[in-house]
Nanobody
Framework: QVQLVESGGGLVQPGGSLRLSCAASGSIFSIYVMGWYRQAPGKQRELVATTTNRGTTTYAFSVMGRFTISKDNAKNTVYLQMNSLKPEDTAVYYC?????????WGKGTLVTVSS
């Protein structure tokens, strides 16, 4: 089992920045990809960014150039640096991890972009 705990969400004004963190614990040795997804009210959950254990990253087109995913292997933590935030970035952000058999999800952290 893998446990994922997100933190760093909150209220921010348009154009502002936030950094989300996802701390992983448990049987993490077989995880090969981690990422961030988000779900806005009334919408489906969507991919934001992922990173593999080889360092390959992917981003949704809507966040390219504004968001950066990174990880600290020593701390078993994945980060999402979000800059130039827009009201349409408002959503619950979920951390996701995959091993060869199971997909794990965190409980989510709310990001609200509003003036």
């Amino acid at each position: 089992q893998v446990q994922l705990v997100e933190s760093g969400g909150g209220l921010v004004q348009p154009g502002g920045s936030l950094r989300l963190s996802c701390a992983a614990s448990g049987s993490i040795f077989s995880i090969y990809v981690m990422g961030w997804y988000r779900q806005a009210p009334g919408k489906q959950r969507e991919l934001v960014a992922t990173t593999t254990n080889r360092g390959t990253t992917t981003y949704a087109f809507s966040v390219m150039g504004r968001f950066t995913i990174s990880k600290d292997n020593a701390k078993n933590t994945v980060y999402l640096q979000m800059n130039s935030l827009k009201p349409e970035d408002t959503a619950v952000y979920y951390c996701r991890a995959e091993d060869p058999r199971v997909v794990y999800w965190g409980k989510g952290t709310l990001v609200t972009v509003s003036s």
